[in-house]
Each structure stands twice: as structure tokens, then as C-alpha cells.
């Protein structure tokens, strides 16, 4: 099969960057070090190529009915100019995709679905808005997106012009505006995956290597890095954020994953997953997501598994040596009653036990 890639290819190849197969995109895993970039992040400013993701857009009059009975979330309360993170469920109560819902008008959406998944969730809202009145545009193969990402993301950003630089200082984390660059309307966010401040910009595809290039040649003082998918994972474990095929998959729940929050059951519409859901809200799950630390050198890695008293009672869905805390991290279901904070369990590590310690799933805060 023959690898898709984004319009910034070339820019990455003359960079040096290693590629990998990442859910049919040809993309860059990394430039210099996993290391050297997530540093960068967290120390100053990283720029990432998130242009393998889903841009759908859902206008009209029926649009947060259709948001409504399409996803878990309740967007009728949502005001121009916000960004709200949200689940698109099964029938059967599962989750299909994790992604971010921008309002952009009055009756104008963006929905941004994981790579791996922004075709069946671009079919899945066709089929579940198909009699509202709303149009759906889904504009994957016609838009780029860059996320800039650290403490300096804010400076970086203002460097790029009086626009910029009025959006840098006053947009708000999960916020969202459009700004007119030379005939073109790009979108600029202030979200992220990292666990630091940061902001996507999204753009038309002939306009992205205009944006890239203007990032790294923006007089602003400060070392721009460019960074890949392996120190974007490890910076978005550290900060306890789920990664669609690891901790999140239609085999499991939002209540499994720790996301009840984030579904509702108050509005009106009957969303797509409810029927699976609302018997199972006075129970609890029997397995959850946990986080887990240990001070051993060595990391548990996904599919190991977590043994208590001999028996396997969970498995590893992610884990790394934490860079930032300078030891192994992970985020793995276990069986509810083995899930208290300070247990201690064994993982499986090259067929040895080591003993990790359930915590919370967040590992770091900036």
C-alpha cells in the first residue's frame, strides 16, 4: 500500500526526519531525538505536522441537534468561539473516536476525528444527520494543520504578525478564532496534546508550508524545534491523555476510560450509544483505566500485563521512560477492585515482575 503524505513532506525529508507508517500516513517519527524534542515542548516551543487529521464541518440550522445526537456531548450550550473535547460513541456504548468540536459561527461547526478514524466518523455523521437540515463538508483532503506546542508557543505565534500577535494574548485555552492571511482564512486554536500551552493552526493546503516556513524563520529569540510522533506520544502520556487504539477503542467505554464526565445524559436528544449506556451508569465498571509509576528502570510497555497474587489482572496500553520525571510511566486497565491508589502491582517486563504503583493518570502538570 502505497503511504499518503502531507504537503510539508518534502520540508520534513530535507530536515533529516526518520518516517513511519502511522494509520496509512507516511509521517515523521522523529528529527534529531525523541528526546531532544521532548524537551523542547517542555522547555520552549516544538512545531508538529497534524495534517493526517479529520477537518469535517457541520453548518446549518440543525447542527447542534445533529452534534447532539451524533456525539456524547451536549454542545447547546456552547458559545462562538469555544472548543470542547467529546466522544463519538456506538451503538453499543463503545467509543468510535475521541476528538475536539469547534463553534466557528452561530450555526457553524468543526469537527478535528484522529487520523485513523476521520473516515468512519465522516461516514458515521453523514448517516446519523442525513434527514436535519445541516451540510456536512468534510474538508480532510483540502486543509493542513501544524501544532505548536511549549511554554514559548505564545511568542512564537505573536512573531508571525499584528494578527498573530493579538490572537497570542487573547485567546483563551479552548478557544478558538479565524484570522484573513493574504486571501485565505486560517484557523487558529488554543488546544493541544502535550500537557502545555500550545496552539493549532490549520490552514488550506497551499498555504501550510507558507505557515511552517514563517515559524522557523520568525524573529521572536527562541529555538524552534520540529518534532515528531514519537516525542508527541511520550509528551501526551506524561500529561495522562488517552491515545485512540491504546486506551481508547470500541472495545471500550467512556466509563472504563474515566470519561463520564464528559458524556450527558441531560439533554434531550437521544444520542447514538445512549441505550448501551444509561443501565450501566449506577455501576461501576469492571475494569478501569489507571495510571502507574514505578522506580525501577525499566518501562512496561502496551500489552503487558498486571499480575497481583499470581493473577493477571490488567494489562499496559501505554508506557515509557518518563523524560520529564526520569522514570517509568504507564496508563493500563485493571480490574476495578485491584484499582486503589498506592496498590501495588506486577508487570510484566521481559519476563520479570516488576512492581509498578497505581496513581493517578495524570503524571505531570506544567
Not at 117 to 141: K, P
Not at 284 to 305: E, F, H, I, M, Y
Amino acid at each position: 500500500m502505497t503511504l499518503r503524505t502531507t504537503e510539508l513532506f518534502e520540508a520534513h525529508d530535507a530536515l533529516g526526519a526518520s518516517f513511519t507508517d502511522f494509520n496509512g500516513w507516511n509521517m515523521p517519527l522523529k528529527y534529531s531525538s525523541e528526546m531532544t524534542e521532548h524537551q523542547a515542548v517542555r522547555q520552549a516551543v516544538g512545531v508538529f505536522d497534524l495534517s493526517h487529521m479529520g477537518e469535517i464541518f457541520v453548518t446549518g440550522p440543525d447542527a447542534v441537534t445533529g452534534l447532539n445526537t451524533a456525539l456524547a456531548g451536549d454542545f447547546s450550550k456552547m458559545t462562538v468561539g469555544r472548543a470542547k473535547y467529546t466522544v463519538m460513541l456506538t451503538e453499543q456504548g463503545t467509543i468510535l473516536d475521541d476528538l475536539i468540536v469547534y463553534r466557528l459561527g452561530e450555526d457553524r461547526y468543526l469537527m478535528v476525528p484522529n487520523a485513523g478514524n476521520a473516515q468512519a466518523v465522516s461516514d458515521a455523521v453523514h448517516e446519523r444527520l442525513h434527514s436535519m437540515d445541516v451540510t456536512i463538508d468534510d474538508a480532510t483532503e483540502e486543509l493542513s494543520l501544524l501544532g505548536i506546542q511549549g511554554p514559548k508557543a505564545p511568542d512564537l505565534v505573536a512573531a508571525l504578525g499584528d494578527d498573530f500577535a493579538e490572537v497570542a494574548s487573547s485567546l483563551k485555552n479552548y478557544r478558538v478564532t479565524e484570522l484573513h492571511v493574504e486571501g485565505s482564512t486560517w484557523i487558529v486554536a488554543r488546544t493541544g496534546y502535550t500537557g502545555e500551552d500550545g496552539f493549532e493552526i490549520i490552514t488550506p493546503n497551499d498555504d501550510i508550508n507558507q505557515l511552517w516556513d514563517g515559524l522557523f524563520a520568525a524573529d521572536a529569540g527562541i529555538t524552534v524545534t520540529p518534532c515528531g510522533l514519537a516525542s508527541r506520544d511520550s509528551l501526551r502520556l506524561e500529561a495522562g491523555m488517552p491515545l485512540y487504539g491504546n486506551e481508547l477503542s470500541t472495545q471500550r467505554t467512556p466509563f472504563e476510560a474515566g470519561m463520564a464526565r464528559i458524556v450527558s445524559f441531560d439533554k434531550k436528544e437521544h444520542f447514538v450509544g445512549r441505550c448501551a449506556l444509561e443501565p450501566l451508569r449506577d455501576n461501576a465498571p469492571k475494569q478501569v483505566l489507571v495510571g502507574l509509576t514505578s522506580d525501577q528502570r525499566r518501562a512496561g510497555r502496551s500489552g503487558a500485563n498486571l499480575v497481583i497474587d499470581g493473577q493477571v489482572v490488567g494489562h499496559v496500553t501505554s508506557g515509557i521512560p518518563s523524560p520529564t520525571l526520569s522514570h517509568p510511566i504507564a496508563l493500563g486497565y485493571i480490574d476495578a477492585d485491584h484499582a486503589n491508589l498506592e496498590t501495588v502491582v506486577d508487570v510484566e517486563v521481559r519476563g520479570k515482575a516488576l512492581p509498578f504503583v497505581i496513581t493517578k493518570t495524570r503524571f505531570y502538570s506544567r
